[in-house]
């Protein structure tokens, strides 16, 4: 059984917005203090990291992409959001989160399928 559930990905128009979320089906009670990380992969290409969140709310984010792109969490939900504006083309790829429990934005043990995004011109 996969740990994390991402949603949200879909068909777009150059311009527009998603919202991905990613939910951990195992709702730990130390999840408040777990890092998230989103990242995306192109065909043929390594995975890139492109948004960090830590327990504190403390986010990074990829430098292109600071601006368009916002990650945030809802603790009590147990949910993380990647908020993506302004798509492009070139933003059209497979997205997954990955989880490193327990603070400390280790080792992040975790990943999910990912939710495929895909943008037209």
């Known amino acids: 059984q996969v740990r994390l559930v991402e949603s949200g990905g879909g068909s777009v128009q150059t311009g527009e917005s998603l919202t991905l979320s990613c939910v951990d089906t195992e709702f730990p009670d130390n999840y408040s203090t777990s890092c998230f990380k989103w990242g995306r992969q192109f065909p043929g290409r390594a995975r890139e990291e492109i948004a960090n969140?830590?327990?504190?709310?403390?986010?990074t984010y990829l430098g292109s992409l600071e601006g368009r792109f916002t990650v945030s969490r809802n603790n009590d939900e147990k949910i993380v959001y990647l908020r993506m504006n302004d798509l492009k083309p070139e933003d059209t790829a497979m997205y997954y989160c990955?989880?490193?429990?327990?603070?400390?934005?280790?080792?992040?043990?975790?990943w999910g399928q990912g939710t495929q995004v895909t943008v037209s011109s």
């Open positions: 969140i830590d327990g504190w709310h403390r986010t």
């Open positions: 990955a989880e490193a429990p327990g603070g400390g934005c280790g080792e992040y043990s975790f």
